[in-house]
């Protein structure tokens, strides 16, 4: 299962928000592991909103046992300031939530960016608790 997201404004920041948690029903995913989610898409996704312009898409996938979020922009990228960007734990734009992308990196289990003049692409991913269980009731994807 694959939904997509434009993000162009702050509004698709909650949209993207809202697809996660909706994706994320029926997976064996605590209270916390989902926080971590949810608060990661807002970041990546409230960057695309300050950094590029409005200019950007979120899609979030259900694969083997996890749940893997890709955000993609058209903004100025910052190849050259990459290795500095994350290792700045806490610091991000006034706008943001205060993790930046070393918070997000920290949060997710895996986390892969690519960046350049052209625009950036981050995808991340939050794994299935291992002998957890998938909540009764809720729909498998």
Do not use: W
Request: charged share 25%; proline share 2%; net charge negative.
């Amino acid at each position: 299962m694959k939904e997509h997201v434009s993000i162009e404004r702050e509004e698709d920041v909650y949209m993207a928000v809202a697809v996660a948690r909706r994706m994320m029903l029926g997976m064996a995913l605590d209270e916390m592991q989902q926080q971590m989610v949810l608060v990661s898409v807002a970041e990546l996704t409230r960057n695309v909103v300050v950094h590029a312009n409005g200019s950007g898409e979120f899609t979030c996938e259900i694969l083997s046992g996890e749940i893997q979020i890709t955000v993609t922009d058209g903004g100025p990228g910052f190849p050259d300031l990459l290795q500095d960007v994350l290792r700045a734990d806490g610091v991000s734009s006034s706008r943001g939530l205060g993790l930046g992308l070393a918070g997000v990196q920290r949060l997710m289990d895996t986390f892969s960016i690519q960046t350049s003049e052209k625009g950036s692409k981050i995808v991340a991913s939050k794994r299935e608790s291992l002998g957890r269980k998938k909540a009764a009731g809720t729909r498998s994807p």
